[in-house]
């Protein structure tokens, strides 16, 4: 197993994400608890040390499921993470009482690792208000050695983030984005990763294998990779280009089942990084993946000065690629949408074609926000 440095510690850089346990009848509430177990004590087996887990995960259930397996190792010999739920509004005024009832669920006296979870656009004002006092009782129980290192996890943009590290970096000690080679220019994973090296905040990683979507592709770029890595497998060069980004200190993988783990194991027995040429070859298969599935908005804005109704066209256009690609997975363009005003929303187009007819890159853009409302069940 590669480990980082991270404060004196070392750091597995494959964690075990538990989102993604196994489950019994395709119930997400429901996990395999024997099943996971056993994942678990593998991993423990092959070095991993990184534990990570949320309020939500699981309909709630995956904190108690991962408290129960790893109570029974040495509380020293592993690192676990949780986050506080702001991706629910409505908790926000609970954080003293989520915290108390985390470290209940998982059974320890303190958390290795707590989050700020998902700051993005529709919680970050929220996250930022003194009123509810998440920021003061998070750096108290810091203070009380409750929580050992404080970070967030972010799914909002650059200038989100931005936003969120002016008010709070300076008690920032890490961040996990989703980073992987889809989003590096998708999602402007660069610009991120870019930002937290200027903070100098090490970065831990997120659906480097995108819920996975990038485990498995298509004929044509599974054979491009293999001719320039032939024994390397597919779900590996994920991994593989983020070892080769400066400063990524833990890579998250929320596995399945034990060959998923194993396989991923493996990968992270050696530090294999891409070389240049690797590296675009990479990136230019994402954008081949990226052209293929998502209409070509370049963000000029042309669109919106001729909107009567003034819509955000390129950040509804941004999200409806993102609803496209991550289909019944999507949770990000909801988010998006959340944060706009009902009367921006992409039902709100009258379908003029002003918009249409300025478009450089001759999108059909009435017919592309009709398709986003149905797909968000809004019309």
């Known amino acids: 197993m590669i480990y980082t440095e991270f404060q004196g510690k070392k750091l597995s850089a494959l964690g075990?994400?538990?989102?993604?346990?196994?489950?019994?009848?395709?119930?997400?509430?429901?996990?395999?608890?024997?099943?996971?177990?056993?994942?678990?004590?593998?991993?423990?087996?092959?070095?991993?040390?990184y534990y990570d887990t949320a309020y939500g995960y699981h309909g709630g259930n995956s904190e108690?499921?991962?408290?129960?397996?790893?109570?029974?190792?040495?509380?020293?010999?592993?690192?676990l993470a949780s986050k506080f739920p702001g991706y629910d509004l409505a908790n926000m005024p609970k954080v003293k009482e989520i915290f108390e009832e985390q470290l209940k669920k998982c059974q320890v006296e303190y958390f290795d690792f707590y989050l700020f979870h998902n700051v993005c656009e529709m919680n970050v004002n929220e996250y930022l208000d003194p009123k509810y006092g998440i920021y003061d009782h998070l750096l108290e129980q810091k203070r009380n050695g409750r929580i050992r290192h404080l970070g967030f996890s972010a799914h909002g943009n650059l200038e989100c983030m931005k936003k969120f590290l002016d008010a709070y970096g300076k008690d920032m000690e890490f961040c996990q984005i989703e980073l992987n080679y889809f989003d590096y220019k998708f999602q402007d994973a660069k610009g991120k990763v870019e930002l937290l090296n200027e903070w100098n905040l090490p970065i831990w990683v997120m659906e480097p294998v995108r819920g996975g979507q990038l485990a498995a592709l298509s004929d044509e770029f599974t054979a491009k990779l293999k001719a320039a890595r032939p024994d390397e497998k597919v779900p590996a060069w994920a991994f593989r280009f983020l070892q080769s980004i400066p400063n990524v200190a833990v890579t998250l993988s929320g596995m399945s089942?034990?060959?998923?783990?194993?396989?991923?194991?493996?990968?992270?027995?050696?530090?294999?990084?891409?070389?240049?040429?690797?590296?675009?070859?990479?990136?230019?298969?994402?954008d081949d993946m990226i052209a293929k599935t998502t209409v070509p908005c370049t963000g000029c804005h042309y669109c919106v000065s001729h909107c009567p109704k003034q819509l955000d066209i390129p950040f509804l256009l941004k999200l409806y690629n993102e609803a496209v690609v991550a289909g019944s997975g999507d949770f990000i363009a909801p988010m998006g949408l959340s944060a706009i005003e009902a009367d921006k929303q992409p039902e709100c187009c009258i379908g003029c074609r002003s918009c249409a007819k300025v478009c450089p890159q001759t999108i059909q853009i009435p017919e592309a926000l009709h398709s986003f409302a149905e797909r968000m069940g809004r019309v």
């Open 257 to 286: 089942n034990m060959q998923q783990l194993k396989d991923n194991i493996a990968t992270y027995e050696e530090k294999k990084p891409l070389n240049e040429k690797e590296m675009e070859l990479i990136l230019s298969v994402a």
């Open 64 to 79: 108690l499921v991962v408290g129960e397996i790893l109570r029974k190792y040495p509380r020293e010999s592993y690192y």
């Open 16 to 49: 075990m994400g538990n989102m993604r346990l196994p489950v019994l009848d395709g119930d997400d509430a429901k996990i395999d608890v024997k099943a996971a177990e056993e994942m678990f004590d593998y991993a423990m087996k092959a070095g991993v040390n």
